[in-house]
């Protein structure tokens, strides 16, 4: 596997159940992202976490729990979902969280559908 | 607080064209840019990105963007568009407090055969 992947791609679940989404990233770095992408609007950062400890939450709802337990993996659990939550997740990486020129890269995205 | 816009949540071009996507931010210190580019059911992709250096920015899949400080813009362009090009283009701007990007709102490209 190259670059960031995610798993699954398309997940379906009800307001009650709990998932979680995978991301991994093969690319050596040390900063990962989680991210909402809603039609029409700009993508929204979750979180970040930079060298497996977490440096952002943008007033992200308690429903959505990130999980970091390396500079490769991140999880975001999720339960108690509302129907407003169905969206595409991204996950990202870069090199660092320091630098304002760092490329991020994307994995593919898992679409959330809530029911 | 910094802003990106983007001008046109859709542009439609003859394959062949010139391509124009704008982007405008508003940003109180000299700004980081960059131009994402998202394929169907892909995740985003670099293009390009402005970091201070040559304000003419020449990317991949031959776009560029020429960074124009008076005007507070950063605009994609391709000479000839190409049916492949069809896809969604996110400008940016690095936030100048915490370097988180600060994303438009997108402009999905429709290629007109």
């Known amino acids: 596997e190259t670059g960031v992947t995610q798993t699954p791609r398309h997940l379906v679940m009800g307001m009650t159940n709990k998932k979680s989404l995978k991301c991994e990233q093969h690319?050596?770095?040390?900063?990962m992202y989680w991210y909402k992408q809603s039609a029409k609007k700009p993508l929204e950062l979750m979180f970040v976490?930079?060298?497996?400890?977490?440096?952002e939450n943008n007033s992200v709802p308690s429903r959505f729990s990130p999980e970091c337990p390396n500079s490769s993996h991140l999880f975001l659990h999720l339960h108690t979902l509302q129907p407003e939550d169905s969206a595409l997740y991204l996950c990202?990486?870069?090199?660092?969280?320091?630098?304002?020129?760092?490329?991020?890269?994307f994995g593919p995205g898992t679409r959330l559908t809530v029911l | 607080a910094q802003s990106v816009t983007q001008l046109g949540s859709h542009v439609s071009v003859s394959e062949g064209a010139l391509v124009l996507l704008r982007c405008n931010y508003s940003?109180?210190?000299?700004?980081?840019l960059f131009w994402y580019v998202q394929y169907p059911n892909q995740g985003l992709q670099l293009l390009l990105k402005?970091?201070?250096?040559a304000t003419l920015v020449k990317g991949i899949n031959g776009f560029e963007a020429e960074f124009k400080k008076s005007e507070t813009s950063f605009h994609l362009t391709k000479p000839s568009a190409h049916m492949s090009d069809a896809a969604e283009y996110f400008c940016?701007?690095?936030?100048?407090?915490?370097?988180?990007?600060?994303w438009g709102a997108g402009t999905k490209l429709i290629i007109k055969p």
């Open positions: 990202a990486s870069s090199q660092g969280v320091a630098g304002r020129t760092d490329t991020q890269y």
């Open positions: 976490y930079n060298f497996k400890e977490q440096t």
């Open positions: 690319l050596g770095h040390n900063a």
């Open positions: 402005y970091t201070s250096a």
């Open positions: 940003s109180s210190v000299p700004p980081y």
């Open positions: 940016a701007v690095s936030d100048s407090s915490n370097y988180q990007l600060i």
